[in-house]
């Protein structure tokens, strides 16, 4: 099990940037694949983007593919979700998950991942 602790979120304006930040407590963070999801009332939680063990590769949804950039510093056991042009589409509460699974594109539903943040709420206005 891995203990995430999200943060970052806040209200911005359409057109901004805002940058999350997910700190993992866990012997070997690099042996751990991470994803961001997000999710609005009533609805399912809903695949953001992930990262490798090592950082090399990413895979991203659709709708934040061009705007958004995951990486992670593995000296700092940390995972970052970079968002920019934000939309009042993205406003959602945004949580980091981790997997000790090796990282594949198919890893994007809320089962693949065991562990969870708290969640940390992003709203964009219009």
């Known amino acids: 099990q891995v203990h995430l602790v999200d943060a970052g979120g806040g209200l911005v304006q359409a057109g901004g940037s805002l940058t999350l930040s997910c700190v993992a407590s866990?012997?070997?963070?690099?042996?751990?694949?991470m994803a961001w999801f997000r999710q609005t009332p009533g609805k399912e939680r809903e695949f953001v983007a992930t990262?490798?063990?090592?950082?090399?590769?990413?895979y991203y949804a659709d709708s934040v593919k061009g705007r958004f950039t995951i990486s992670r510093d593995n000296a700092k056991n940390t995972v970052y979700l970079q968002m920019n042009k934000l939309e009042p589409e993205d406003s959602a509460v945004y949580y980091c998950?981790?997997?000790?699974?090796?990282?594949?594109?198919?890893?994007?539903?809320?089962?693949?991942?065991?562990?969870w943040g708290q969640g940390t709420q992003v709203t964009v206005s219009s």
């Open positions: 998950a981790a997997s000790q699974r090796w990282l594949t594109a198919s890893m994007t539903t809320p089962s693949d991942f065991g562990s």
């Open positions: 990262i490798s063990w090592g950082g090399s590769t990413t």
């Open positions: 866990v012997l070997t963070f690099s042996g751990v694949s």
